[in-house]
T-cell receptor, first 112, second 114 residues
């Protein structure tokens, strides 16, 4: 059974600081997704990582995937208040990559 | 217009009632999914459908049933609602023809069972 764990679950940051969210998963997969969710809203796709060593960047966020370590990271550079949200990683499993298993989510709050 | 829509957006119902949540999509995707979200637990898969004739149980299917009426429509039913089914429910779609296998989510339905 595929398990996905994120840490930390809660992250309070000051504006301008850097931090990393970690996503560990238990079985082999080479497809990992990061989503953002604002309070009361749906999930918005941030990154799709499709192979070992994949790195994607968008603005102040950068995601990477190490399939051998079964680890993905979401790095936040020079945080701003607008990044406050819940961030989920999700791993595709099964023979047809049809099913996603989600981490618990990381609630990020950026303070002035 | 939104590509994935869910109705209703909010629903309050009583214990023991039958309720149906509906999902429609205009993305032309063949795969559809139902998830529930509870605080601290992320999203958990209830049922998924890879095409109209293919329905599969997910991680937490007990107490739920689904119907895939057409490629674009996927409904979730709670046969006899109970309070611990109070949650935020999301429908999602994906395209088996895309190597990204990315899932796209609807706006969610907030269900409260009293």
């Amino acid at each position: 059974e595929l398990k996905v764990e994120q840490n930390p679950l809660f992250l309070s940051m000051q504006e301008g600081k850097n931090y990393t969210i970690y996503c560990n998963y238990s079985t082999t997969s080479d497809r990992l997704y990061w989503y953002r969710q604002d309070p009361g809203k749906s999930l918005e796709s941030l990154f799709v990582l499709l192979s070992n060593g994949a790195v994607k960047q968008e603005g102040r966020l950068m995601a990477s995937l190490d399939t051998k370590a079964r680890l993905s990271t979401l790095h936040i550079t020079a945080a701003v208040h607008d990044l406050s949200a819940t961030y989920f990683c999700a791993v595709a499993g099964g023979t047809s990559y049809g099913k996603l298993t989600f981490g618990q989510g990381t609630i990020l709050t950026v303070h002035p | 217009d939104a590509d994935v829509t869910q109705t209703p957006r909010n629903r309050i119902t009583k214990t023991g009632k039958r309720i149906m949540l509906e999902c429609s999509q205009t993305k032309g995707h063949d795969r559809m999914y139902w998830y529930r979200q509870d605080p601290g637990l992320g999203l958990r898969l209830i049922y998924y459908s890879f095409d109209v004739k293919d329905i599969n149980k997910g991680e937490i299917s007990d107490g739920y049933s689904v119907s895939r009426q057409a490629q674009a429509k996927f409904s979730l039913s709670l046969e006899s609602a109970i309070p611990n089914q109070t949650a935020l429910y999301f429908c999602a779609t994906s395209d088996s023809g895309s190597p990204r296998y990315e899932q796209y989510f609807g706006p969610g339905t907030r269900l409260t069972v009293t």
